[in-house]
């Protein structure tokens, strides 16, 4: 199973980027699927989540601005970020709990990342 991110890049303070994600390979079923961020020196830290039925959670600091959707058939996730700030600037990782086969545990798996610069 891989996870592969896409669409980072540089964006100027109160801009909007698009973030995709694709899982590929053996997969029987995803549960939840999320992004988490890491900037320099700090902490890998959650974003925003959705879990299969829909449901979304998102970290305080992007409510509001940020939103994250799937894909189901497609086995995708996507986060649309509005009204970027400086403080947006990070790594992007995507996630998700994948199962391979009905026996199978949850996986979790990680993108690659992907550079998110916000230039104010």
């Known amino acids: 199973v891989q996870l592969q991110a896409f669409g980072g890049g540089l964006v100027q303070a109160g801009g909007s980027l698009r973030l995709s994600c694709a899982a590929s390979?053996?997969?029987?079923?995803?549960?939840?699927m999320g992004w988490y961020r890491q900037a320099p020196g700090k902490q890998r830290e959650l974003v925003a989540t959705?879990?299969?039925?829909?449901?979304?959670n998102y970290a305080d600091s992007v409510k509001g601005r940020f939103t994250i959707s799937r894909d189901s058939a497609k086995n995708t996730v996507s986060l649309q970020m509005n009204s970027l700030k400086s403080e947006d600037t990070a790594v992007y990782y995507c996630?998700?709990?994948?199962?391979?086969?009905?026996?199978?545990?949850?996986?979790?798996?990680w993108g690659q990342g992907t550079q998110l610069t916000v230039s104010s």
């Open positions: 996630n998700a709990n994948i199962k391979t086969s009905p026996a199978a545990g949850n996986r979790h798996s």
């Open positions: 390979g053996i997969i029987f079923s995803i549960n939840a």
């Open positions: 959705i879990i299969s039925g829909g449901s979304t």
